[in-house]
């Protein structure tokens, strides 16, 4: 006999994991929006002279690293949660404020970990559709939020729809947001957003103590094999709370110190995303040249309809990955049909048209 689960396990659904790890090495890993770049030396150096004291649990505070964030944001370090990677904080914030009865609300294509919220808590989550344009529908979501939300999550720019929105239509509706209710606004890639300077949003932190900005080391600093993210919050109430929830040392000794060391680096994240911003173009042109109009990206990956529709969709996805590229299909994400492509190296971006031009 199986064993018996809770509801709680069988409700939460589970994320295929791209399943690279068993392939050859010169695999194109475009399906989980990594940095093509290897970390930098300085990081790997940071990392390597941390090991000779992992004898000694990790600083379950994160002093460093949140003074380091404080410099860098000009928020008050008490104001600053630090996890394993963003998404933990994320998972603390589903178990800090939601339980059954409770509401929460976000788009839909967006995180593949936001429906994770609702099954591991029992609150009821409401989905509100992007548009056409894949972009979040603020005013649709505005009129879900009710006496019993407690929680909205806003992706800008969007996984997987790769779209943004001006911060000027985000101000607009966190103004709109009752105080009570915690707004998360999700910046992974906000770094590649030419819509907006990726720090204009921290101003909106002085007038609204229920918003948080969740931010992470994975993407445009290349630290994601490590796992380290962080929130800049409002206030600190939310800071405490998913602290209290958490196990103590969310945050190992190697991932703090390469956060610290990586976030000395301005010059090569702006090199990054020039790269990316490059790439971004490359792939914009390629995809139409074959009757492809991929979403207007603002992140560091594509997403784009396949002209044969959902029946192809499994058979391109497999056909890339015979030919050595990995991306990630739409119909585990929300969008049967749709396909994510990071953006890779120029060499990987390329190999990438050429298998797809192949297969069309
Ligand atoms: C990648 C990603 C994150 C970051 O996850 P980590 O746990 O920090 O690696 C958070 N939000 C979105 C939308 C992402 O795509």
Partial sequence: MPLEFSERVRRIPVYPAASAYALPEDVALLASNESPDPP???VVEAVTKILSGVNRYPDPTNAKLRAALSDRYGVPASRIAIGNGSCDILLAAGEALLEPGAELIYAWPSFSVYPHLAAASGARALEVPVDDRHLHDLEAMATEITAAT???LVCNPN???STALPLAEITA??????RHVCVILDEAYCEFNTLDDPDASLDLLTRH???VLLRTFSKVHGLCG???GYALCGSDEFVTAVNQVRQPFFCNAAAQAAAIEALKHTDAVHARVE???VARLEMEDGLNELGIQPAESQANFCWFDLPGGADSEAAIVDALAQRGVLVRAGGALGRPGALRVTYGTPAQNARF????RDLL
Wanted: charged residues 20%.
């Fill in 209 to 211: 103590p229920n918003l």
């Fill in 226 to 228: 490590l796992r380290a």
């Fill in 40 to 42: 930098l030396p300085e």
């Fill in 275 to 277: 790269r990316t911003i």
């Fill in 353 to 356: 048209l050429d298998a797809l």
């Fill in 173 to 178: 509706f966190v103004e709109q947001v009752p």
């Fill in 159 to 161: 996984n997987p729809t």
């Fill in 150 to 152: 407690r929680l909205v």
